[in-house]
C-alpha cells in the first residue's frame, strides 16, 4: 500500500496512542457492545500509562457514531496534541489493537489496507452506463454518474425490430447509437483511471461490454468482465456482487504474488534487495527502500534496536531503545514515502521482514564499493 495516506504522522511526535477497534452496532445488543469494546481499549491505553487527555480524545472518535452496515473497523492514532490519524473501513476487527509507546501501531491496519482496491465499475447497455468509482472496503461509491443517450438516440434504438424495407436503415441507425453511448461511457471511465483507478470491472449488456472494452485498449486500464449485472437492479444482483467479490480478491492475491515473486527473483540474482531486519534498516538508511515487505505477527515478534543504526530516521524524540521491529520499519517507510505489502515469512526466506530497493548497493569491499 502507498504510505502517503499517513503524511499527516511525519510531523508528529510521540507517544501515541493506537486503537484499531471494532465500531459496528448491527446487533440487538450492538450498542451496549460497542461501549464496552470503547471502554476496553481506554482501560488496556491507561494500564500501559496514556495520558488521560490521550485517552480521551482517543475514545471520543471511538464513541462516534458511523453511519454504514457491519462489518466497520475504526483506526484512531493520538498524541499529547490530539488525534493525528483516524480512518474508517469495511473490515471485521477480529482483534482489537490498543497500544501506547514511541511509535503508531499500524501494522494491523496496513494488513487490511494492502487488501483493499480502487476500482471503476461500469454497467452499460445500448442507451449508456452507470459509472461509479469505489473501494473495495468503503461501502458506497466515491463518484458516480449515470450515462443517457438522448431522446432521438433512444428512439433509432427502439426501433431496430420495426421490419419491412426500413429494417436495415434502422438497424444502421441503432448500431451508430450504441457506438455513440459506448464512447460517452468509455470518455467517463477513461477520466477515471487517468487518475490513478486503473482497475475497470464491465458488467452489463454482452455487445455494449465488447464496444466499451475494445474503445479502451490502449489505455492503461486493465479490463475485467463481469458475466452478472445489469442496470437499475439497486444493488440487489447477488451473482453481480459475487462477481465483484471474485474479481477484486484475485487482484490482490496477484498483486501480493507479484510482490513476492520480485522478491524471489532478486534474492536469486542478488540484486536490489534486502532480506532480514539488518539488512532492512541499513537499506532504510541509505533511503534505497521501495517496498517493504513484512509478516505482521513475526514482525511484531522481532525488536529493532535503533541505536545499531546510525541515521535511520523513526521521527522525532524516538528513544534508541529496542522497539518492536514492525512498529520501527512502517515509521521508516512512512517518513521515507516508501511502499508496504504484506507478505507470509515462508516466502521471505524465514525472515519477519524483506524489502525491494530502489537501487542496488554493492557488496563492501567490491571494486565498485
Known amino acids: 500500500m502507498d504510505t502517503s495516506d499517513f503524511s499527516n504522522l511525519k510531523q508528529a511526535a510521540g507517544p ?3 486503537a484499531f477497534v471494532d465500531v459496528s452496532r448491527a446487533t440487538e445488543n450492538g450498542e451496549h457492545e460497542h461501549e464496552l469494546r470503547v471502554r476496553a481499549a481506554a482501560d488496556q491505553l491507561r494500564e500501559q500509562g496514556a495520558d488521560d487527555a490521550v485517552v480521551e480524545a482517543v475514545t471520543r472518535v471511538l464513541a462516534e457514531p458511523v453511519d454504514q452496515p457491519a462489518p466497520v473497523g475504526r483506526l484512531v492514532v493520538a498524541n499529547a496534541d490530539g488525534v493525528v490519524l483516524e480512518e474508517v473501513a469495511s473490515v471485521q476487527v477480529d482483534q482489537a489493537v490498543a497500544t501506547w509507546g514511541p511509535l503508531p ?14 476500482f471503476v465499475l461500469a454497467i452499460v447497455d445500448h442507451t449508456g452506463g452507470d459509472v461509479a468509482v469505489h473501494v473495495s472496503d468503503v461501502p458506497t461509491a466515491l463518484e458516480e454518474q449515470s450515462i443517457e443517450v438522448d431522446d432521438q438516440r433512444a428512439d433509432d434504438i427502439n426501433k431496430v425490430s420495426v421490419g419491412g424495407w426500413a429494417q436495415k436503415h434502422y438497424e444502421l441507425r441503432a448500431e451508430n447509437a450504441w457506438r455513440d453511448s459506448a464512447e460517452e461511457v468509455v470518455d467517463a471511465v477513461t477520466s477515471h483511471v487517468r487518475a490513478g483507478h486503473r482497475l475497470v470491472l ?22 475485467v468482465e463481469l458475466s452478472s449485472g445489469q442496470r437499475a437492479e439497486d444493488g440487489g444482483d447477488e451473482a453481480m ?5 471474485d474479481a477484486l480478491m484475485e487482484q490482490v492475491v496477484q498483486r501480493r504474488l507479484g510482490a513476492v515473486h520480485e522478491l524471489q527473483e532478486r534474492l536469486g540474482r542478488g540484486e536490489s534487495v534486502a532480506s532480514g531486519i539488518d539488512d532492512v534498516a541499513d537499506a532504510f538508511v541509505r533511503g534505497q527502500v521501495d517496498t517493504l515487505l513484512l509478516d505482521p505477527t513475526k514482525a511484531a515478534e522481532t525488536e529493532l534496536d535503533p541505536s545499531k543504526y ?25 517518513l521515507t514515502d516508501a ?31
Request: aromatic letters at 4%; a negative charge; glycine letters at 10%.
Open 202 to 223: 464491465l458488467a452489463g449488456d454482452p455487445q455494449s461490454k465488447g464496444l466499451v472494452k475494445d474503445r479502451l485498449e490502449g489505455t492503461p486500464a486493465e479490463v
Open 241 to 245: 456482487q459475487q462477481a465483484i467479490r
Open 105 to 118: 501501531d499500524l501494522a494491523r491496519w496496513v494488513e487490511h489496507r494492502d487488501g483493499t482496491v480502487s
Open 310 to 334: 546510525e541515521g535511520l530516521n523513526l521521527g522525532d524524540g524516538v528513544p534508541q531503545q529496542p522497539l518492536r521491529a514492525d512498529q520501527a520499519l512502517v515509521a521508516a517507510a512512512v
Open 16 to 18: 501515541f496512542a493506537t
Open 339 to 369: 511502499s508496504v505489502t504484506v507478505a507470509p515469512y515462508q516466502a521471505m526466506g524465514g525472515e519477519p521482514v524483506a524489502a525491494l530497493l530502489r537501487w542496488d548497493q554493492p557488496t563492501p569491499g567490491s571494486q565498485d564499493a
